[in-house]
């Protein structure tokens, strides 16, 4: 598992150093299996708006914009099919020092000056393929250092987690065992219960057939969600640290509950769904068609979450593509499974809307 430093220190803020931490965890039997920085070492990147985009005169592929560094207007040429006015992005001034010992200049493309240059996440070795320059929210400060503002002075400690210990596989686990051995007081997220309207006919019911594998099943509904945008670039960001990409707001969200807090979840598009939901064994000769595009052949000791209409997931593992979400998904049923403890951040009768 892999552990953000700094995501740590919001539950356990006198957490040690970075290394010292790795020796204690690994003394505790959680083996620390790597350590490293959160970001490649990159310099003199700044939070930029394109204000202007203009055509190239002398070349039909790049665009010579005018961007403001927070100090003033600096002309850069970019090639990036998605520089348009008033982008948010990330812009390596003259002088700038990018991953892979490159270094900025100033230089003339096809005859137009250029006082820097507008940045990938891919160049700056945040991501393993971007497709046009970085685009960060329309708030972000303009002029701020990007390694600030996307806190990225951070280490990542990757532990090995043996599998009798599930309750330490998440932040929160982890953090209750560095506060313990630390002696310190432990920080937990608030899990208070989200207030709704409770004569809502939310969700429809759910039904238990194989209790001895899954012996709670709780889901809320959630209406009027938009899910094309892209996720605040802060969950994104915690998301790649933990090793995980970016999909969507819905399924960003799933994910980032069970890194936190170690809680199965998955999100099904509620109007995808025919009928209740069943947790049962599956029958014979049932398949279910996964996210991934594979459609497996299911067997009777195989668990799986099922509407009117057949599975819909494998329980626990994966979900199907029949109520998968999408960036036309408006309404999304959350589920969360779990042992003998309900989770106080669910109930089976509640609506919200966000």
């Not at 348009?84 to 020092?97: D, N």
């Not at 709704?196 to 939310?202: E, K, L, M």
Request: proline share 6%.
């Amino acid at each position: 598992m892999k552990l953000s430093l700094n995501w740590l220190k919001e539950f356990v803020p006198d957490a040690p150093a970075a290394r010292e931490l790795g020796d204690r965890l690994t003394m505790a039997g959680f083996e620390l299996e790597s350590l490293q920085p959160a970001a490649d070492a990159f310099s003199g990147v700044i939070v930029a708006r394109l204000e202007q985009v203009e055509p190239h005169p002398q070349a039909d592929k790049l665009r010579v914009c005018q961007v403001n560094t927070g100090a003033g207007l600096i002309q850069i040429v970019c090639g990036a099919a998605n520089a348009r006015t008033g982008l948010v992005s990330a812009l390596a001034t003259v002088g700038a020092q990018l991953p892979g010992d490159m270094k900025i200049r100033a230089a003339k493309l096809r005859g137009v000056e250029s006082q820097g240059m507008l940045c990938s996440a891919k160049e700056l070795g945040l991501a393993e393929e971007s497709e046009g320059i970085f685009e960060l929210p329309a708030d972000a400060p303009i002029g701020a250092d990007l390694r600030d503002y996307l806190d990225l002075n951070d280490e990542i400690l990757e532990c090995a987690i043996t599998p009798n210990r599930g309750d330490a596989m998440s932040m929160l686990g982890l953090a209750r065992e560095v506060a313990a051995l630390k002696g310190s007081a432990l920080s937990p997220p608030d899990c208070s219960v989200v207030t709704s309207d409770p004569s809502a006919d939310a969700v429809k019911p759910t039904v238990l057939t194989a209790a001895a594998a899954c012996p709670q099943f709780y889901s809320r509904l959630i209406v009027e969600v938009d899910n094309s945008r892209a996720s605040p670039m802060w969950l994104q960001e915690r998301l790649r640290r933990a090793g995980l990409r970016s999909i969507s707001p819905v399924v960003d969200v799933t994910n980032y509950v069970v890194q936190e807090l170690g809680q199965p979840m998955h999100a099904y598009d509620f109007d995808r769904l025919q009928g209740g939901l069943q947790v049962r064994w599956a029958n014979r000769s049932e398949h279910c068609e996964l996210l991934d595009g594979r459609t497996v052949a299911l067997t009777e000791d195989v668990l799986v979450i099922a509407d009117d209409a057949g599975p819909v997931a494998m329980a626990g593992i994966m979900g199907g593509e029949g109520s998968g979400i999408s960036g036309e998904t408006r309404h999304v049923c959350t589920l969360g499974h779990c042992g003998p403890s309900a989770p106080v951040w669910f109930d089976n009768r509640c609506e919200s809307k966000i």
